[in-house]
C-alpha cells in the first residue's frame, strides 16, 4: 500500500510561518498531481494549493501570495510553505496525491492523515 504521512503542523502566532512536509512511501510506480487540502470544524474541505508533477501550481484566493507549494519528486515528497499565517487558516492539513501502484492501473488519490495547523495569539 501507499501511506503519505505529513508534518510540520503545530502552534504559531498571526503572522507566523509554518512549513509543512508530506512525503509518500510504499508501492509507487508514479505520483500525479500532489496538493493540500484543509478543513475547519464546521467547514468543508478545501484545494489550498495542487502542484503537478511539472511543478505547475495553483491556489486558492485565500493563500495566494502567502502560501507556497513545492515539491521534490526524487523524495516523493511535497511542501507547503505558510507565511504571514491569519486565525483563518487554522485548520487540519491533508497531504493528497495522485499514484499509480503499477503500470496497468489506473491514478488513484491517496490521503495522509493530516496535521494541525493553529494560528492564535
Known amino acids: 500500500q501507499v501511506q503519505l504521512v505529513e508534518s510540520g503542523g503545530g502552534l504559531v502566532q498571526p503572522g507566523g510561518s509554518l512549513r509543512l512536509s508530506c512525503a509518500a512511501s510504499?508501492?509507487?510506480?508514479?505520483?500525479?498531481?500532489m496538493g493540500w487540502y484543509r478543513q475547519a470544524p464546521g467547514k468543508q474541505r478545501e484545494l489550498v494549493a495542487g502542484?503537478?508533477?511539472?511543478?505547475?501550481?495553483n491556489y486558492a484566493d485565500s493563500v495566494k501570495g502567502r502560501f507556497t507549494i513545492s515539491r521534490d519528486n526524487a523524495k516523493n515528497t511535497v511542501y507547503l510553505q505558510m507565511n504571514s499565517l491569519k486565525p483563518e487558516d487554522t485548520a487540519i492539513y491533508y497531504c493528497?496525491?495522485?499514484?499509480?501502484?503499477?503500470?496497468?492501473?489506473?491514478?488513484?488519490?491517496?490521503w495522509g492523515q493530516g496535521t494541525q495547523v493553529t494560528v492564535s495569539s
Open positions: 493528497n496525491a495522485q499514484i499509480r501502484t503499477s503500470w496497468h492501473t489506473n491514478r488513484y488519490d491517496y
Open positions: 502542484i503537478t508533477r511539472g511543478s505547475e501550481t
Open positions: 510504499g508501492s509507487i510506480f508514479s505520483i500525479y498531481g
